[in-house]
Structures are given as structure tokens and as C-alpha cells.
């Protein structure tokens, strides 16, 4: 019973951070001409795929806002896996973000690169929430799904991620 309440003292409470964000900023802080910066954490058991035991991965994004509520990015990341070769990626991608609770919906496009010979180009999308800790500061937890057409059971993988990010004026 604790832990359900909880849970909602903390959704009721996100729900107030972000009412009080739009009322004493009163303007988006997704509009366009900002920059993002963007770093995050995935796998740590919270993600499936064929070939995982355990998997550690970090990313590291840009992006420019080219409309309001719609950034272009540039991605980069490292994976460590439990029985798969370790692998990196190199991608770009999209967001849009619904300014009115926080959410965003991404899609991008990997270069995924796991041994001297496996190379994969994979298609993803993510649906995320940008928790604002500052004006210009967000703590962003994303679920995400990585499709790959090379080989599928061992290489496509959903999971979770946490990110830390910034967005800056021009």
C-alpha cells in the first residue's frame, strides 16, 4: 500500500513541477532555433534481446530545434553486451515534443557497427518524458525499440534509457 501511494504522491508531484515550468517560464522551452545536448544510460537488465545477458550501453546526442517542437539529431553510442561483441553506432534521428505534458516521440536511423564483420543499419523509435529539473535542464527516462533486418532474434532490442539533457538558445 506504501509504495502505491508512492507512486502517485510522485506522478501528482511531476504533474505540478511541469504546471509550474509552463507558468513561471511562459514560453515553450522546446521552440525553435534552440540547441540540445543530450547524454544517456541504457540496457543495465532493463532491455531484451537474443544475445544479452547483461548490457550496458551509453549515448551521447545533439540536435538543433528547426520548428517549434521538432529537433533534428545526431546520435552516438557505445554498447556493451553479455555474448555479442561489443558495438558502436552512429545514427540520426528526430523528436517531436508535445509541449503540453512533456512528452516526445522520436524515430531514427543507426549505423550499427558490432565486429569486423557485422554491420547493420537499424531503424528505432522512442517514446520519452522530459522532466524538467531547471529551465534548461531535463532528466529524460525513454523507452525505445531498435529493429534490425540483418539479424533480427540477435540484434533487435527494446528497452529502457535514462538521459540527462540540456537545451541551450542560439
Not at 511562459?26 to 543495465?44: R, V
Not at 558495438?87 to 528526430?94: L, Q
Not at 523528436?95 to 554491420?119: D, V
Amino acid at each position: 500500500m506504501k509504495k502505491i501511494a508512492m507512486l502517485i504522491v510522485a506522478f501528482t508531484m511531476t504533474i505540478a513541477a511541469q504546471a509550474q515550468y509552463t507558468y513561471q517560464y511562459k514560453q515553450s522551452p522546446f521552440h525553435a532555433d534552440k540547441y540540445y545536448i543530450g547524454a544517456s544510460l541504457s540496457g543495465l537488465d532493463l532491455n531484451y534481446s537474443g544475445l544479452d545477458e547483461l548490457k550496458f550501453g551509453a549515448q551521447c546526442e545533439a540536435g538543433y530545434f528547426v520548428f517549434d517542437n521538432f529537433a533534428l539529431l545526431g546520435l552516438a553510442g557505445y554498447n556493451s553486451n553479455g555474448k555479442a561483441p561489443d558495438s558502436f553506432n552512429v545514427g540520426a534521428g528526430a523528436r517531436y515534443y508535445i509541449e503540453q505534458n512533456g512528452l516526445f516521440l522520436g524515430a531514427r536511423i543507426n549505423y550499427l557497427h558490432a565486429n569486423k564483420n557485422f554491420n547493420d543499419l537499424q531503424p528505432g523509435v522512442e517514446l520519452g518524458y522530459a522532466f524538467f529539473l531547471s529551465r534548461t535542464v531535463t532528466l529524460e527516462p525513454a523507452i525505445y525499440y531498435n529493429q534490425s533486418f540483418k539479424n533480427h532474434s540477435d540484434y533487435s532490442n527494446l528497452g529502457l534509457k535514462l538521459g540527462l539533457s540540456i537545451y541551450l538558445n542560439d
